[in-house]
T-cell receptor
Framework: EAEVAQSPRYKITEKSQAVAFWCDPI?????LYWYRQILGQGPELLVQ????????DSQLPKDRFSAERLKGVDSTLKIQPAELGDSAMYLC?????????????FGEGSRLTVL | AQSVTQLGSHVSVSEGALVLLRCNYS??????LFWYVQYPNQGLQLLLK??????LVKGINGFEAEFKKSETSFHLTKPSAHMSDAAEYFC????????FGAGTRLTVKP
């Protein structure tokens, strides 16, 4: 069973529309991350949660992006309004529950295309 | 701040040839280092990790990496490339959060 489930896998939208992504990890992962990966680049951190609290959202464009993890388990990432430059893969990850090495387990990702 | 630099955005090898993907790190404290692999339109999968135990780390699919403090390097190798190894490979360092390199695309020619 995968550690992290993400949906939708693919999303095509027009600019100025609202989009939302969901991340559903196996319970027990206190720390959850959202990364953005632009084509041809490495993932970049958008937001980090510890349980339901935001630990780091310094790289999250807060004028249009929002993220929440209300019950400390699953999480949503929303973009409103979407812009052409938001086209990317959005990856959700959780940290290893057993070891404190920072190892991350990633979901399959949600690929966003903004037209 | 911790960071990694991957040398070479694209590496091409023939099937059966040695694979060498280069990664150098910058860290003010002993780092935890990782290599991840990503296939098209998929998430990242852990290949191997260095957590200050043995400096030579063996991972899945025949890959291994050696931590060299004197060179601040953590290069990924595989003795014999297989067609299924074609993918994007990311080096990463873990601190307050995980920082990734820009990635190296590996192409394997028949």
């Amino acid at each position: 069973e995968a550690e992290v489930a993400q949906s939708p896998r693919y999303k095509i939208t027009e600019k100025s529309q609202a989009v939302a992504f969901w991340c559903d990890p196996i319970s027990g992962h206190a720390t959850l991350y959202w990364y953005r990966q632009i084509l041809g680049q490495g993932p970049e951190l958008l937001v980090q949660f510890q349980d339901e609290s935001v630990v780091d959202d310094s790289q999250l464009p807060k004028d249009r992006f929002s993220a929440e993890r209300l019950k400390g388990v699953d999480s949503t990432l929303k973009i409103q309004p979407a812009e052409l430059g938001d086209s990317a893969m959005y990856l959700c990850a959780v940290s290893d529950r057993r070891e404190n090495t920072g190892e991350l387990f990633f979901g399959e990702g949600s690929r966003l295309t903004v037209l | 701040a911790q960071s990694v630099t991957q040398l070479g955005s694209h590496v091409s090898v023939s099937e059966g040839a040695l694979v060498l993907l280069r990664c150098n790190y910058s860290s003010s404290v002993p780092p935890y280092l990782f290599w991840y692999v990503q296939y098209p339109n998929q998430g990242l999968q852990l290949l191997l990790k260095y957590t200050s135990a043995a400096t030579l780390v063996k991972g899945i699919n025949g890959f291994e990496a050696e931590f060299k403090k004197s060179e601040t390097s953590f290069h990924l190798t595989k003795p014999s490339a297989h067609m299924s190894d074609a993918a994007e490979y990311f080096c990463a360092v873990s601190g307050a959060d995980m920082r990734f390199g820009a990635g190296t695309r590996l192409t394997v020619k028949p």
